[in-house]
């Protein structure tokens, strides 16, 4: 079974490209996985550049590549360059949140099939998972889409993952991944879990998120849970706990830290949390 510390110690920073990352950067640890997100107002190329920038600096990137923000084949390829030459063990794949596509892929399946042809020398591809459910798509369209791509990876000879939504409900999550798990998804799983960031603010983000679902359960037990998120902190090993104990039957292999961009917070948490659990 993974140990909660060892979740813990080798949980994945989430980044955003803003500007207000540069003075964050020096606290990422040394090392650290980092995934790069992708927005419609960055664009792409944005994700690409911080990408370089987080490699530069001698830590693991893991770009997020927007389905619905690559225009055609062309881009598609080139976007399997940028990984070859990169020499890229990991991506992380979206749809995105773009209202219509740029170009001919309107999800993930359809890029991933396209994908996969090119020579990307990738080791790994994650994808999106919803234990919320989307806020957009039926439950039953987004797990055929989750089983499409599993299917996809599988025939590539490409090994993958599955990275979920910003989390707060435990009990709920296991539910959804136990109700996978009996549909024939076998893909390690990694929990979307917020790093240290105010209460206040991590509610103000939500909608931007598809976190929608999560946020009312937050607000609808915030007393039982209010001590989670107090101004300056988010201590959420109370929340992992029960998650790090079925970690074997659900095949949960990572935390997926949303920083915000509070990385110096987020990574003082880290080792607060290792040294407790030491």
């Given at each position: 079974m993974s140990s909660l510390r060892s979740l813990i110690a080798e949980a994945r920073y989430e980044v955003i490209p803003l500007k207000n990352l540069e003075s964050q950067l020096e606290h990422i640890p040394t090392g650290a996985s980092v995934s790069v997100t992708c927005s419609v107002n960055k664009g792409q190329q944005a994700t690409l550049d911080l990408t370089d920038r987080?490699?530069?600096?001698?830590?693991?990137?893991?770009?997020?590549?927007?389905?619905?923000?690559?225009?055609?084949?062309?881009?598609?390829?080139?976007?399997?360059?940028?990984?070859?030459?990169?020499?890229?063990?990991?991506?992380?794949?979206?749809?995105?949140?773009?209202p219509e596509p740029v170009g001919k892929y309107d999800g993930a399946v359809a890029f991933l099939r396209d994908f996969l042809g090119m020579d990307h020398g990738l080791q790994r591809i994650g994808v999106t998972a919803y234990p919320d459910g989307h806020s957009l798509i039926a439950k039953d369209v987004v797990r055929r889409a989750l089983l499409d791509k599993q299917?996809?990876?599988?025939?590539?000879?490409?090994?993958?993952?599955a990275?979920?939504?910003?989390?707060?409900?435990?009990?709920?999550?296991?539910?959804w991944a136990r109700e996978e798990r009996?549909?024939?998804?076998?893909?390690?799983?990694?929990?979307?879990?917020?790093?240290?960031?105010?209460?206040?603010?991590?509610?103000?983000?939500s909608t931007k998120l598809d976190i929608g679902s999560s946020v009312r359960f937050l607000q609808k037990n915030s007393g039982?849970?209010?001590?989670?998120?107090?101004?300056?902190?988010?201590?959420?090993?109370?929340?992992?706990?029960?998650?790090?104990k079925v970690?074997?039957?659900?095949?949960?292999?990572?935390?997926?830290?949303?920083?915000?961009?509070?990385?110096?917070?987020?990574?003082?948490?880290?080792?607060k949390a290792l040294a407790k659990l030491a």
């Amino acid at each position: 079974m993974s140990s909660l510390r060892s979740l813990i110690a080798e949980a994945r920073y989430e980044v955003i490209p803003l500007k207000n990352l540069e003075s964050q950067l020096e606290h990422i640890p040394t090392g650290a996985s980092v995934s790069v997100t992708c927005s419609v107002n960055k664009g792409q190329q944005a994700t690409l550049d911080l990408t370089d920038r987080i490699l530069g600096l001698g830590h693991q990137a893991v770009p997020h590549i927007s389905a619905r923000l690559a225009e055609d084949d062309v881009a598609v390829k080139k976007l399997a360059e940028f990984c070859r030459e990169r020499n890229l063990s990991e991506i992380f794949l979206v749809a995105g949140d773009a209202p219509e596509p740029v170009g001919k892929y309107d999800g993930a399946v359809a890029f991933l099939r396209d994908f996969l042809g090119m020579d990307h020398g990738l080791q790994r591809i994650g994808v999106t998972a919803y234990p919320d459910g989307h806020s957009l798509i039926a439950k039953d369209v987004v797990r055929r889409a989750l089983l499409d791509k599993q299917a996809l990876l599988a025939e590539a000879g490409i090994a993958g993952f599955a990275s979920t939504q910003m989390h707060f409900d435990t009990k709920q999550w296991i539910k959804w991944a136990r109700e996978e798990r009996s549909a024939g998804f076998t893909l390690p799983l990694h929990i979307g879990a917020p790093g240290a960031i105010d209460r206040a603010k991590l509610i103000s983000l939500s909608t931007k998120l598809d976190i929608g679902s999560s946020v009312r359960f937050l607000q609808k037990n915030s007393g039982a849970i209010f001590k989670m998120f107090r101004p300056g902190g988010y201590d959420p090993i109370k929340f992992l706990t029960p998650l790090a104990k079925v970690s074997d039957e659900l095949n949960l292999e990572g935390i997926h830290l949303f920083t915000f961009n509070n990385v110096q917070a987020t990574a003082e948490w880290q080792q607060k949390a290792l040294a407790k659990l030491a």
